[in-house]
């Protein structure tokens, strides 16, 4: 094992190639694709759309050292949940004040353990979301801010903003409403969401599906359901209409039942969309009918 020896301020601690660590509880750690230093992300209306960053891993996530620091970063690879693993880079700082060291013989063996919310507390936290300041964040699916100042350099792409301005790393993209409202379980991937093999696609749609055919898919969707286009978007059923994390300039946006159809056609505009159901409530119902 190479012995990684890693300083913050007055206090060091050793880091060791295959060392595994967990997250503590209310601690969230960005995990980047890249290990430079360089942020880049842009400012719109209603939050931050941030390109550097690949997720947050949230309290529970296994995180175990790949590669040697370098540039004050450490390669790792992180379970998340049983669907959700991710390689990336974090900084060194979060090592010391974000996790505590864990079984390696454990981090091999088994998944994160992650208790759903009930079907009622999801709905709930969905309707929560609604009419909210909660900016759109590429990459993000925590609402607590992480403070990155002094970490990182920040390249704003927004002509109105300041280069090197603190970025605020709060907020969801369209992916991290499922995961955060799943407790993690779900993929933090649209991609990933596309092809989830735990949950029944109920349906295949393109632009060439018919008006009926998609009057027919929305009275049938219920809450927690979702629609899915690979790589692009997801958004998510509730109350006869969607929410979604819809982009940096629009932030959390709820479509109303009536304008339903609509916004479905423009999603499936873009490509074949899936319609999905994961909740284990209302798959068991649709095993016992």
Not at 96 to 110: P, R, Y
Not at 199 to 220: A, H, I, P, Q, R
Not at 225 to 244: A, K, T
């Amino acid at each position: 094992m190479l012995l990684l020896i890693t300083c913050s301020g007055l206090s060091c601690f050793a880091l060791n190639i295959g060392e595994t660590f967990v997250v503590l509880e209310n601690k969230y750690i960005p995990l980047f694709v890249s290990e430079g230093t360089e942020f880049e992300y842009e400012v719109g209306t209603h939050g931050t759309n941030c390109y550097d960053l690949d997720t947050v891993l949230p309290p529970g996530t296994f995180v175990k050292v790949l590669e040697e620091e370098k540039n004050n970063t450490v390669l790792a690879f992180c379970k998340v949940s049983e669907n959700c693993s991710f390689r990336g880079f974090i900084h060194v700082k979060f090592f010391e004040h974000s996790m505590k060291t864990m079984d390696g013989l454990l981090f091999d063996s088994t998944a994160p353990s992650r208790n759903m919310l009930s079907f009622k507390e999801i709905c709930q936290m969905l309707d929560s979301y609604i009419n909210t300041d909660i900016p759109y964040s590429w990459g993000c699916n925590n609402l607590g801010e992480i403070n990155l100042e002094g970490l990182y350099t920040f390249v704003c792409k927004n002509n109105n903003a300041q280069e090197n301005a603190v970025y605020r790393c709060v907020g969801l993209d369209c992916s991290g409403i499922l995961h955060k409202i799943s407790s993690w379980i779900l993929p933090h991937s649209t991609e990933q969401l596309y092809n989830f093999s735990k949950g029944k696609c109920l349906y295949e749609l393109d632009d060439k599906t018919s008006d009926d055919k998609l009057y027919e898919v929305l009275k049938s969707m219920k809450d927690t359901d979702f629609v899915v286009c690979p790589r692009e978007h997801v958004i998510v059923s509730l109350h006869g209409g969607f929410i979604e994390a819809k982009g940096y300039n629009y932030g959390i946006v709820y479509t109303e039942t009536a304008h339903a159809m609509e916004r479905l056609k423009n999603l499936i505009k873009e490509g074949t969309v899936r319609v999905i159901r994961w909740h284990p409530k209302l798959l068991f119902q649709d095993q016992q009918s």
